[in-house]
């Protein structure tokens, strides 16, 4: 007898042995069981520029874990040694979530951070960790594709701070094409997330021959603004020929400048480039006066003009989550 997976859009239909597209949930004995749970397989401190947040305690650090597996399969992705793996296959560590909270507490790091795969993936061992950390007053943060269904992810989203969702294109086939997932889900967890009040930012990799269109970047542009506002810091990210996307080249700096210009344009207060070493691109300015705010040099914090949540020029609230965790 088949179990009806209902944590994401897939709606995986699992029979007596078998596992979801995700690899990590198993029907046993007619019971959906999640193999990854308390074992991770990649655990580090990160700055948290590194995921990135950009406006969310800057300078602050980060235990950053994963487990194998992912319930998206994208071809241009990144960690795919693991995320496309079956959670047997990958070397991993015991850890449970009481574990993985008193690490962060004996590396005197504020955040943990759910990335390298996709903590939607291994929902159930997020949920605890989030809610164990959440009572030692350690920060949870989300680096995701955002591709869930909307029960748990408010669930999820109840004991979490900040969210980073890659919003990977804006165009439902070549969502289907490259990563096995479709849009409309990922918009509405970019749209829930903002009004349940955690601090979100968004990242679009910009892949060269595919989502580089200049009108399909305007159409992402304008819907953020309209549905999230001006003040969601967007990321336009470098792409890299890796995993099953070794075909395309490198995205030039001009087509992300471009992209920074379209963003602008379109209202968005806060745009930044990543993955080009550029000083410039990772700085957060003030839009009121044009000062710097935070500069930032690769991942280390080289000045830092906001108090108390304000420009120390102009005295501007900046949106964000600041000072010192």
């Not at 030039?252 to 379209?262: N, Q, S, V």
């Not at 935070?294 to 906001?306: D, Q, S």
Request: proline residues 6%; charged residues 20%.
């Amino acid at each position: 007898m088949f179990i009806q997976c209902e944590l994401c859009p897939k709606g995986c239909r699992i029979e007596e042995g078998e596992r979801g597209n995700c690899r990590i949930r198993v029907n046993l004995d007619g019971k959906l069981r999640t193999i990854t749970y308390g074992f991770p397989c990649s655990v580090h401190v990160d700055p948290i520029e590194k995921k990135p947040f950009f406006h969310f305690y800057p300078g602050a650090k980060a235990l950053s874990l994963a487990t194998a597996g992912c319930n998206l399969h994208c071809k241009n992705c990144q960690n795919w040694e693991i995320s496309q793996a079956n959670p047997e296959d990958v070397e991993a560590f015991e850890l449970n979530p009481l574990d993985v909270v008193n690490t962060a507490l004996k590396e005197n790091t504020p955040i943990i951070s759910y990335t390298y795969t996709d903590p939607m993936g291994y929902y159930e061992y997020t949920l605890d960790m989030s809610s164990a950390a959440r009572l030692q007053k350690i920060k949870n943060v989300l680096v995701t594709a955002g591709y869930i269904n909307q029960e748990p992810l408010k669930k999820l989203l109840a004991v979490t701070d900040a969210i980073k969702v890659d919003l990977k294109f804006f165009d439902d086939g070549l969502y289907r094409q490259i990563t096995t997932a479709t849009l409309k889900p990922v918009l509405e967890t970019i749209a829930t997330a903002k009004k349940m009040g955690v601090w979100l930012e968004v990242v679009n990799l910009v892949i060269p021959t595919l989502n580089d269109d200049e009108k399909q970047i305007k159409a992402m542009c304008d819907w953020l603004v309209a549905n999230v506002g001006g003040d969601v810091p967007l990321h336009f990210s470098r792409f890299y020929p890796q995993y099953l996307l070794r075909n395309l080249p490198s995205t030039p700096y001009e087509t992300l400048k471009r992209a920074k210009e379209i963003a602008k344009a379109s209202g968005i207060r806060y745009v930044y480039i990543g993955n080009v070493n550029s000083v410039d691109d990772e700085t957060t300015y003030c839009p009121f006066d044009g000062s710097v705010l935070v500069k930032r040099i690769g991942y280390v914090i080289a000045e830092n003009n906001i108090v108390n949540n304000k420009c120390t020029k102009c005295g501007n609230e900046i949106p964000g989550v600041w000072g010192n965790v």
